[in-house]
């Protein structure tokens, strides 16, 4: 028995808990469809996600996952922040404005959040999965003693053996396809970006631990193919940006729609590590300019303002639209009837 028969899903399907857009009624509602929901925590503090904890436990008594960032934490450069406020201020400009004068680490890291791991071990929830890397032993090993499922993004066989050595149950492999942050454990070392079904391919044969496949499924025939390369579950994020439990705005959802969504495109821009978007304003300046942005989650406070600066001018494209290369196919079906549907999907010939 694998750790996600434990969860006794009745169809192998995961929704990725994509900051941003993820909702606890969206988890709720994938939950009581038989998937597993799930919620992003990592952009929030201990008491805010306690509070999302609670807020899926009042809607469904089934397993869900929380998903927690666990890069390392930024080292602050002031002379290159300095540079990228400098390069942004034709943006900030265009609506009359200037960028911040400095930069912060907005988001806290779970490898030095001590907080978060405490609520986390007081709540014990079914699943935790970790992005962008691995934390020490000890705050894995407390996550485990609660009961905690563990789940881990990976984009190489190399990071697959290490969260197999860290104690991980279940390996999220990771594909160049899949939408928001690429989830390399340092986002400075080459990337070989091995595609979906090649990444899941390599880790079923050559690692230890069961693989759910991630990056650009869209329906019911891409879950099939993943469970015929040997995945045991596929994890499906931009599938969920269309439906009305997400917390996508109309911009967003718009661009989704729009002929945007066959153009993804993998920046750095908005936040400091690549991740895969949808080609908006900010996106497409971010390939003409050379200026390197600085560390995750740092470049993020000024994208942020920026995207803040836009929308009160009433431009939407300075967002962080996050989707995959299967954007194309998405549906703007609510999250329980889109699981039906994959799951029916799933059994045509």
């Known amino acids: 028995m694998t750790p996600l028969d434990m969860l006794g899903l009745s169809i192998p399907l995961i929704q990725a808990p994509m900051a941003g857009v993820s909702t606890p009624a969206m988890a709720a509602a994938v939950s ?3 998937a597993l929901g799930s919620i992003a925590v990592g952009a929030i503090d201990a008491p805010a996600a306690r509070d999302m904890i609670a807020a899926v436990r009042a809607r469904t008594d089934r397993p869900f996952n929380v998903n927690l960032f666990a890069h390392a934490p930024a080292t602050p450069r002031p002379a290159l922040e300095a540079r990228w406020l400098a390069t942004l201020e034709p943006l900030f400009g265009q609506f009359s ?3 911040p004068t400095s930069l912060r680490e907005i988001y806290r890291s779970f490898a ?15 699943v935790v999965s970790l992005h962008f890397g691995l934390p020490e032993a000890w705050r894995i090993a407390t996550l485990k003693a609660a009961g905690c499922i563990l789940f881990a993004s990976v984009t190489s066989l190399a990071e697959a053996h290490a969260a197999n050595a860290a104690g991980v149950d279940m390996l999220v492999a990771q594909g160049f396809e899949a939408g928001g942050h690429r989830g390399m454990f340092d986002p400075t070392a080459p990337d070989d970006r091995l595609g979906t079904f ?5 880790l079923v044969e050559r690692s230890d631990l069961p693989v759910i496949a991630a990056g650009g499924i869209m329906d019911g025939r891409g879950v099939r193919a993943a469970l015929d390369l040997g995945a045991i579950a596929a994890q499906l994020g931009t599938a969920f940006i269309g439906c009305p439990e997400s917390s996508a705005d109309a911009d967003y959802r718009a661009a989704l729609f729009s002929p945007a969504a066959a153009h993804t495109v993998m920046t750095r821009v908005i936040s400091g590590r690549p991740a895969r978007c949808l080609p908006n304003r900010f996106v497409q300046w971010g390939v003409e300019t050379t200026q390197t942005p600085p560390d995750y989650p740092i470049a993020y406070d000024a994208g942020k303002a920026l995207n803040q600066l836009a929308r009160s001018h009433g431009e939407g494209g300075y967002g962080a639209q996050w989707a995959g290369q299967g954007a194309p196919f998405a549906r703007a079906l609510p999250a329980a009837e889109l699981v039906a549907r994959i799951e029916s999907e799933m059994a045509v010939l």
């Open 32 to 34: 009581n469809a038989g």
């Open 97 to 99: 404005a200037a960028p």
């Open 112 to 126: 030095a959040d001590d907080a978060m791991l405490a609520m986390l071990a007081e709540t014990r929830p079914a």
């Open 198 to 202: 090649a990444l899941t391919r390599l």
